[in-house]
């Protein structure tokens, strides 16, 4: 392989890596607060999509224009989701829990089937966000830049959030140890919605500026639900920045695999790197 290609595969996975970590920050703030898996994760992110795709046949927003409505609607979805269906089981069996979200999967999976069928749309995007370049032979593509740029505020946003507010400290409190948190007065029913809210809310930006170079379909989360787990048990439970740069780790070895060892085996790499790194590290490399 020339440098040129070896340079392109890097800055694919990294293009790929970025939008992973947002996805997968959403899903480490709810595992990590809440210690519950949430299976409906990738669902939450189709229907990020197909809002965006909404927004933009019925009134023209762009992607990046639907940024801001779709994580208003996310959040307080993730709100009404926690308060209505999770909260019940939350002091149940960890089976019940696992359950619920599964079973919220499937709800959401079968009901965008029915209202859209299986198949692919798209945003036909214009402007930037339909353009490319080509640097010394490496091809960069607008609108993975604008995604890897976002995910790069939200990211230092989150992180100032949850170090700098009272909110955040709590949220992170509850995280750390939830009895010394109710201890010190910490409401930690709401500090689980928050926290519901503000993961889906992760999903709803990335879905948005997804939609501009991804298709979208009712099958779309599988995939992206599935590579949130991976990152989150690599870069540790609760952790921003640890889920991040573990995104970034994958979105290396799904590109460079793809391009050194073949396209077939590339997810193979990924989940290899996941037991060997599970193996030595339980907890992630950021873990509590």
């Known amino acids: 392989m020339d440098t040129t290609n070896l340079v392109q595969a890097m800055v694919s996975g990294l293009l790929l890596g970025l939008p992973y970590g ?50 208003v609607i996310l959040f307080g979805t993730g709100w009404l989701v926690y308060r209505y269906i999770v909260s019940k ?36 995007v214009s402007g930037i966000l339909s353009q ?18 976002i995910t790069i505020v939200v990211t230092l946003f989150l992180s100032w959030f949850m170090k700098n507010t009272m909110t955040g400290r709590a949220i992170m409190a509850t ?22 809210g503000i993961g889906l809310a992760c999903v709803g930006i990335a879905g948005a500026i997804l939609s501009s170079y991804y298709y979208i379909s009712p099958y779309v989360g ?35 695999g793809g391009v050194l060892v073949g396209p077939a085996y590339k997810y193979a790499l990924v989940f290899s790197l996941y037991l060997i790194v599970i193996f030595i590290k339980p907890r992630g490399f950021f873990g509590w």
Do not use: C
Not at 32 to 52: C, D, K, P, Q, R
Not at 132 to 148: D, K, L, R
Not at 233 to 238: E, H, R, S, T, Y
């Open 89 to 124: 089981v939350m002091s149940g069996p960890m089976l019940a829990q696992v359950v619920v979200t599964f079973g919220l999967s499937a709800f959401l999976q079968g009901l965008f089937l029915f209202l859209f069928t299986g198949n692919y749309r798209t945003v036909k």
């Open 222 to 256: 599988l995939l992206f639900g599935l590579m949130s787990f991976v990152i989150v048990a690599l870069g540790g439970f609760g952790s921003i920045t640890g889920a991040v740069i573990a995104a970034i780790i994958i979105g290396e070895v799904e590109s460079l």
């Open 175 to 196: 995280e750390i140890d939830r009895e010394t948190a109710k201890l010190m007065g910490i409401d930690t029913e709401k500090v689980n919605a928050l926290s519901f």
């Open 132 to 149: 490319s370049t080509n640097i010394h032979g490496v091809y960069v593509s607008y609108p993975q830049v604008i995604a890897s740029l």
């Open 22 to 71: 947002l996805i997968a920050m959403g899903l480490s703030i709810i595992w990590g607060v809440m210690n519950i898996v949430n299976f409906a994760h990738g669902e939450f992110l189709m229907v990020s999509m197909y809002i965006t795709l909404g927004l933009y046949t019925f009134w023209h927003f762009s992607p990046v224009m639907s940024i801001p409505v779709s994580a």
